[in-house]
Structure formats: C-alpha cells, structure tokens
T-cell receptor, first 114, second 109 residues
Framework: KAGVTQTPRYLIKTRGQQVTLSCSPISGHRSVSWYQQTPGQGLQFLFE???????NKGNFPGRFSGRQFSNSRSEMNVSTLELGDSALYLC?????????????FGQGTRLTVV | EDKVVQSPLSLVVHEGDTVTLNCSYEVTNFRSLLWYKQEKKAPTFLFML????IEKKSGRLSSILDKKELSSILNITATQTGDSAIYLC?????????FGPGTRLSVLP
C-alpha cells in the first residue's frame, strides 16, 4: 500500500509569508502527527490530529496551526514565517492516537525561509 | 521538563565493528521507548520497548530497556556501510513522542 505522502518536497519562502504543507496518510490511518526537525533542536512534536480533531499539541507558537479533513489528509500552516522556521517538517500517520510502532513517517517537506 | 538524551551524538566506525548507542530519558507518564533509523528523511521504525530487561532483536540489531536506570541501548554488530544513518530514540509519554537529538553513525568501508 502507498506510504505517507508529503507535498511539496521542497519549499523556499521569504520572511513574513505564510506556508501550507500537506500530508496524506496511509490508507486507513486516521491519526496524523506533525514534527519539526532542525539540526539544533532535533525532532520536535508539533501536533496530532485524529478524526479531524486536534488531540495533542506541542510547545509551538500559535503561528503553527493545522487541520485534518474527513479523508484524514492533514495540512499544516505556518504564518508570518521567521528564519528560524527553516526546517524539515515530517508527518507520521498511524491507526490510532499516539500509535507507536504503527507510526509511519513521510519523506518530509524541506522548508527554507530566506 | 521532559527530555531524552542520546550519546554519542556522532560516531565513526569501520565496517565489521560493533557499536552501542545510548539513550536516557526523564519523562512523566512513560509508556514506551522507540528506536528509529533515519537515512535520508523519513525515520523508519526499528524497535519498541515497553518492559525492562527484555531484549528485542532484528538481525544484527538489538535493543534493551532498563526502566530502573531510565535508559536504553541499541547495539549493532558487524556494522555495514548501509548502517550509516541517524539513530533516533523516542519516548512515548502519554500520547506524545519526545525525541532525542539522534546519534549520527558513519560506517566507513
């Protein structure tokens, strides 16, 4: 079956702009989690959606938001981009909330803010 | 504050060597500890450890959890160049993952 698909793969934006990233989970998976990965901070949890509802949230400012659609696809939005938002954004899908070994990661979106 | 620490952060070995990667954690509401391998972008799942002292094995890789010491180790024997990757340790606390910084392993031919 198809894996987790993230689009776009690469993105370059300027400071102050906003960006929307997309994640399509594995068919049948209803939970989508988002992570930010930077060399300095490692992999940090942003939020998790299940059945169109945000179930868990990490410690990120309100500029980071997300949503999930009825087909379980999820989008993540970052407004008023800052240079420090440059990172690899990964999403992971699983059958259930907080699914551990069933979590499959996408290839990520590499965001560069200039 | 919850934290996961990995050591070493970087390691260079030659093919055939055996390596041990360390992960220690301080988290509330611990549920399990997971190891992932990240080669290019997408981390891939290796092991999930929930109980202390029970070794999980997969080929040349093995891992064990020590809940008394709040730590885990990942062993790789007879390393190959294909083992070169970042190895991430993650702790599932409640329903959230807390990831460590990763250990960058480079295996030279």
């Amino acid at each position: 079956k198809a894996g987790v698909t993230q689009t776009p793969r690469y993105l370059i934006k300027t400071r102050g702009q906003q960006v929307t990233l997309s994640c399509s989970p594995i068919s049948g998976h209803r939970s989508v989690s988002w992570y930010q990965q930077t060399p300095g901070q490692g992999l940090q949890f942003l939020f998790e959606y299940f059945s169109e509802t945000q179930r868990n949230k990490g410690n990120f400012p309100g500029r980071f938001s997300g949503r999930q659609f009825s087909n379980s696809r999820s989008e993540m939005n970052v407004s008023t981009l800052e240079l420090g938002d440059s990172a690899l954004y990964l999403c992971a899908s699983s059958l259930v909330v907080g699914g551990a070994s069933e979590a499959f990661f996408g290839q990520g979106t590499r965001l560069t803010v200039v | 504050e919850d934290k996961v620490v990995q050591s070493p952060l970087s390691l260079v070995v030659h093919e055939g060597d055996t390596v041990t990667l360390n992960c220690s954690y301080e988290v509330t509401n611990f549920r399990s500890l997971l190891w992932y391998k990240q080669e290019k972008k997408a981390p891939t799942f290796l092991f999930m450890l929930t109980s202390s002292g029970i070794e999980k094995k997969s080929g040349r890789l093995s891992s064990i959890l020590d809940k008394k010491e709040l730590s885990s180790i990942l062993n790789i024997t007879a390393t190959q160049t294909g083992d070169s990757a970042i190895y991430l340790c993650a702790v599932l606390r409640g329903q959230n993952f807390v990831f460590g910084p990763g250990t960058r392993l480079s295996v030279l031919p």
